[in-house]
């Protein structure tokens, strides 16, 4: 099957941040088992250590995280850890790029685009966790249209961009990343949240902010495949709260051509090859 202009073999994919492909090869002799490639963690140009603990909060039906892009930085992404998934990734390694500015964003595609290792490249514009860049462009319009452009001009691969829920609007913006040239657009990164420390009256969390992910959010994710169906022509990969066939039945229902799976997978490792097995048996 074709999705956003990638060749996989089934529609189950993880969520950017949410699987260790080295720490997986290392554990099962497997980079992405059950997976039909890899998504990377966001890669950012400088190596990141990520926000201040606590970043990490359980809620009823969900988990709270404000990470803050914690990652090797553009260098070591390409020269270590590409060539690592080159090599033991079966699919293709879909590299998630963030940033700060525009600059940033553009300087990482242009070297992705010339490595052979990344087959596809998704914009994250949609982290709550870090203050600029990221989320801030994926909230307007006009700036991820302008984003997804340079993008384009940047790169001849597969294009994606990921969404956040957390807008007023995210069918405008899923129609700016369509405008503006992508393959598909990824609905949805976690949904803006946090916890409050009683004493301060602050967030709890180091860094401030948080994102909602799991079970919570798996309603606000078909609401928002359904909203961006209705509003481009793009391809939408589902993503918020997968933990069973049945869910990612549902999100192919509302207008998704595959699905990722993310909290779901620090559970049950295995879920992944459960859910693309599940799905070749029910489509
Ligand atoms: C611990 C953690 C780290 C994440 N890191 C990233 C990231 O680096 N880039 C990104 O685009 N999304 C990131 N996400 C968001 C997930 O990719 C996904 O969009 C979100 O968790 C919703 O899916 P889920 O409910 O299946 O977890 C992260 C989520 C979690 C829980």
């Excluded at 966001?42 to 892009?69: D, F």
Aim: net charge negative; with cysteine.
């Amino acid at each position: 099957m074709r999705v956003g202009g990638l060749e996989l073999a089934h529609p189950v994919l993880n969520a950017s941040g949410t699987w260790d492909a080295e720490q997986s090869h290392r554990l099962f002799g497997e980079a992405n088992p059950g997976l039909a490639g890899f998504v990377t963690k966001t890669v950012t140009p400088e190596p990141r250590a990520g926000n201040p603990a606590p970043r990490i909060a359980t809620t009823a039906s969900g988990l709270l995280n404000s990470i803050g892009l914690p990652n090797v930085g553009r260098t070591a992404f390409l020269t270590d850890l590409l060539p690592f998934l080159q090599q033991h990734v079966h699919g293709p390694v879909i590299c998630s790029v963030g940033g700060f500015s525009l600059h940033d964003y553009v300087e990482t595609i242009v070297a992705l685009d010339g490595h052979p290792g990344c087959s596809a490249i998704e914009l994250n514009v949609s982290c709550p966790n870090v203050e600029t860049g990221c989320a801030s462009i994926g909230a307007d319009a006009d700036e991820t249209e302008r984003l997804v452009l340079a993008a384009r001009a940047a790169t001849a691969k597969p294009l994606f961009a990921k969404l956040s829920a957390s807008v007023s609007d995210i069918a405008e913006i899923a129609q700016a990343a369509e405008a503006g040239g992508a393959d598909a657009v990824v609905c949805i990164n976690t949904v803006k949240a946090t916890v409050v420390d009683r004493a301060t009256g602050a967030s709890r969390f180091g860094g401030g902010g948080g994102g909602l992910s799991g079970p919570a959010i798996r309603p606000v994710a078909l609401h928002a495949v359904l909203a961006v169906r209705a509003a481009v022509e793009i391809d939408i990969i589902g993503v918020g709260g997968v933990g069973s066939v049945d869910d990612a039945l549902d999100l192919l229902a509302a207008g998704a051509s595959a699905v990722a799976v993310g909290t779901a997978l620090f559970r049950d490792p295995t879920l992944a090859q459960r859910i693309a097995s599940g799905l070749s048996r029910a489509r």
